[in-house]
């Protein structure tokens, strides 16, 4: 069975510019998590989203935004690009509701570097 | 509020030495925690969960972890390293009805020959 899948896997952008990250999560989950991840640190949570809904957001700008399609793929938007974006972006989905203890598969992330 | 400690950014051991990778954390509400692993250049692969059933927990590749409330601790350990386990780990809480897990900032595990 795939596993989460993520695209593009790498992508330059310059400041001011916007970005659209893409995940499919594996086959039968309907809860999609997004979380930032800067070099030399841990994740940060951005979104969760299931079934279409938003069940959680970090403490990210209004730049940030989401959705999740009716097949439970998702879209990460990143606006008005700063250098402060360049991080690797995860994507993991989970059976469930999206609770506590839902385990979390993780993709392979999109890694965005801004100029 | 939700926070999690992991004590040492870089950890070296040498082949066949014990894991101990330490993580304390910080909830107001029984906490749910996580081990996690990351390869280079890959994503977050689950060791463990803690789910309030048996303080002591097993996960893949020989881990284990000890949930101790009085100290809220939840160190991962390991009797004997191996060359693959060398990667990040990061340690993780979430709280029950939260939708948000926290990480810890990681611990890189660097394993000698």
């Known amino acids: 069975d795939a596993g989460v899948t993520q695209s593009p896997t790498h992508l330059i952008k310059t400041r001011g510019q916007q970005v659209t990250l893409r995940c499919s999560p594996i086959s039968g989950h309907k809860s999609v998590s997004w979380y930032q991840q800067v070099l030399g640190q841990g994740p940060q949570f951005i979104f969760q989203y299931y079934e279409k809904e938003e069940r959680g957001r970090g403490n990210f700008p209004d730049r940030f935004s989401a959705r999740q399609f009716p097949n439970y793929s998702s879209e990460l938007n990143v606006n008005a690009l700063l250098l402060g974006d360049s991080a690797l972006y995860l994507c993991?989905?989970?059976?469930?509701?999206?609770?506590?203890?839902?385990?979390?598969?993780f993709g392979p992330g999109t890694r965005l570097t801004v100029l | 509020a939700q926070s999690v400690t992991q004590l040492g950014s870089h950890v070296s051991v040498s082949e066949g030495a014990l894991v101990l990778l330490r993580c304390n954390y910080s909830s107001s509400v029984p906490p749910y925690l996580f081990w996690y692993v990351q390869y280079p250049n890959q994503g977050l692969q689950l060791l463990l969960k803690y789910t309030s059933a048996a303080t002591l927990v097993k996960g893949i590749n020989g881990f284990e972890a000890e949930f101790k409330k009085s100290e809220t601790s939840f160190h991962l350990t390991k009797p004997s390293a191996h060359m693959s386990d060398a990667a990040e780990y990061f340690c993780?809480?979430?709280?029950?009805?939260?939708?948000?897990?926290?990480f810890g900032a990681g611990t890189r595990l660097f394993v000698k020959a």
């Open positions: 993780a809480v979430s709280v029950t009805g939260g939708f948000k897990t926290i």
């Open positions: 993991a989905s989970s059976l469930g509701g999206g609770t506590s203890t839902d385990t979390q598969y």
